[in-house]
């Protein structure tokens, strides 16, 4: 059964930080690629970083370029988004997903997570606020 369970998610102030941490289980993710995606309340979601099977490929919008960082630990079946300088505008729950058509380009250097991808963890909630 596949599953990705993500965690790390908590109230902090803003310019602080965070590390959320994506885990999958039933399959490997050094051959998916793997988005990082947040919906706050009453917004649409919206990707903040993807990162290739591989690796050698990373995206970032520029609402999080600079602050956020995207990472995976093979070894552990990890993915990890470090998100630094918080912003109350942050405030939503993240979603990690993967998918699988890495052929696609599922994680595009310029146009990050294009497709929808196929399998999605529930959710950690980040609130930015003092």
């Known amino acids: 059964q596949v599953q990705l369970v993500e965690s790390g998610g908590d109230l902090v102030q803003p310019g602080g930080s965070l590390r959320l941490s994506c885990t999958a289980s039933g399959f490997t993710l050094d051959s998916h690629a793997i988005g990082w995606f947040r919906q706050a309340p009453g917004k649409e979601r919206e990707g903040v970083s993807c990162?290739?099977?591989?690796?050698?490929?990373?995206w970032y919008p520029d609402s999080v370029k600079g602050r956020f960082t995207i990472s995976r630990d093979n070894a552990k079946n990890t993915v990890y988004l470090q998100m630094d300088s918080l912003k109350p505008e942050d405030t939503a729950v993240y979603y990690c997903?993967?998918?699988?058509?890495?052929?696609?380009?599922?994680?595009?250097?310029?146009?990050?997570?294009?497709?929808?991808?196929?399998?999605w963890g529930q959710g950690t909630q980040v609130t930015v606020s003092s």
């Open positions: 990162i290739s099977e591989s690796g050698s490929v990373t």
């Open positions: 997903a993967a998918d699988g058509r890495t052929e696609m380009k599922v994680c595009h250097a310029t146009f990050g997570p294009w497709v929808d991808y196929e399998d």
